[in-house]
């Protein structure tokens, strides 16, 4: 089974601030990696797929990299919205989700 | 409106069983692979179950494999998820999404439901 680690798993930022998070795959899973974003009490939101790819209505300062077994989501400038966790999930086979990192107010 | 609601939950005994239920609205479900994600209390998320859109296919996570059954009825618009031999560690919010493409194998998940909540405990 392809087995997914997110790294930080808690990232402390500032509104305005560039994050990236990272996602490593422990087999190449091609570009089939998207990306979620969660808040407390509610379900995912698809930000990304296909690696790089951003759903329709998704802020543009969302954007995906990647291919293979290392990936990265980066929000551009963070806004007020974008305290969260995040999640990268495989779709190579099966799919498999990261553990999760948390975006929160430094 | 374009919406997926989860219902079944509730609190079950340990070695108990549960069916959920998933009803689709707002969009063509028959042609739609679907799929059952969970999350423990406080934690990540889990992928469960996934059943392409004529039931050709099934695919489940090793710790629900021979516990766990997907189906789906698309004369119903619905997605079931049939839990058997319930541990305390099966305790989560279940939610249902679908795949976004439509008649893809696998896929990104871009429509969920808002969950339902199994109790496993005695």
């Known amino acids: 089974d392809i087995q997914m680690s997110q790294s930080p798993s808690t990232l402390s930022a500032s509104v305005g601030d560039r994050v990236t998070i990272t996602c490593r795959a422990s087999q190449s899973v091609g570009s089939w990696l998207a990306w979620y974003q969660q808040k407390p009490g509610r379900a995912p939101k698809l930000l990304i797929y296909k690696a790089s790819s951003l759903e329709s209505g998704v802020p543009s300062r969302f954007s995906g990299s990647g291919s293979g077994t290392e990936f990265t989501l980066t929000i551009s400038s963070l806004q007020p919205d974008d305290f969260a966790t995040y999640y990268c999930?495989?779709?190579?086979?099966?799919?498999?989700f990261g553990q999760g990192t948390k975006v929160e107010m430094k | 409106e374009v919406q997926l609601v989860e219902s079944g939950g509730g609190l079950v005994k340990p070695g108990g069983s549960l069916r959920l239920s998933c009803a689709a609205s707002?969009?063509?479900?028959?042609?739609?692979?679907m799929n059952w994600v969970r999350q423990a209390p406080g934690k990540g998320l889990e992928w469960v179950s996934s059943i392409s859109s004529s039931s050709s296919y099934v695919l489940e996570a090793d710790s629900v494999k021979g516990r766990f059954t997907v189906s789906r009825d698309n004369t119903k618009n619905s997605l079931y998820l049939q839990m058997n031999s319930l541990r305390a560690e099966d305790t989560a919010v279940y939610f249902c999404a679908r795949d976004r493409i439509v008649g893809a194998t696998l896929e990104a998940f871009d429509l969920w439901g808002q969950g339902t909540m199994v109790t496993v405990s005695s």
């Open positions: 707002g969009f063509t479900f028959r042609s739609y692979s």
């Open positions: 999930q495989q779709y190579h086979s099966y799919g498999t």
